[in-house]
């Protein structure tokens, strides 16, 4: 799949951040559970200075299929941002998300940055669309 999104990160010492991002990704499912891989960048601005940092990262994703439309997952991985500052996250968190086709899907996820580099605590908030091929 592949798809767009755009949310709020907030960190420790960053304070609010905006963005548009992109992600791509793929998943398998077996009977009602579902394993997954991504990547994701996201554009991010403050004070209304656009693409003043990129955060790029890469998720390992695990759910569970609720009903042929739902699925609620966790997610988790490493996100680093590659501008400056120099910072990179150990992230965990999850989200729902809702077939809208066979091939449109909707989502809200949540992930909270944990400093592996840098000591900026994240809690990143997005909401995207998807296109399953």
Known sequence: YAGVHGGAQNGATSGVQYGLGAQAGVNAQFDFYLLGA????????????????T????????????SDNVLVYAAGGYGIDLGVPDEADALLGGGVELAVTDNVSVRAQYLHGF????????DQFTVGASYHF
Do not use: M, S
């Open 38 to 53: 991504e990547v994701a960048v996201t554009g991010l601005a403050d004070n209304g200075t656009v693409g003043e940092t």
């Open 55 to 66: 955060y790029g990262q890469i998720l390992g994703r695990a759910g569970l299929v609720v």
């Open 115 to 122: 400093p592996v580099q840098g000591g900026n605590a994240k």
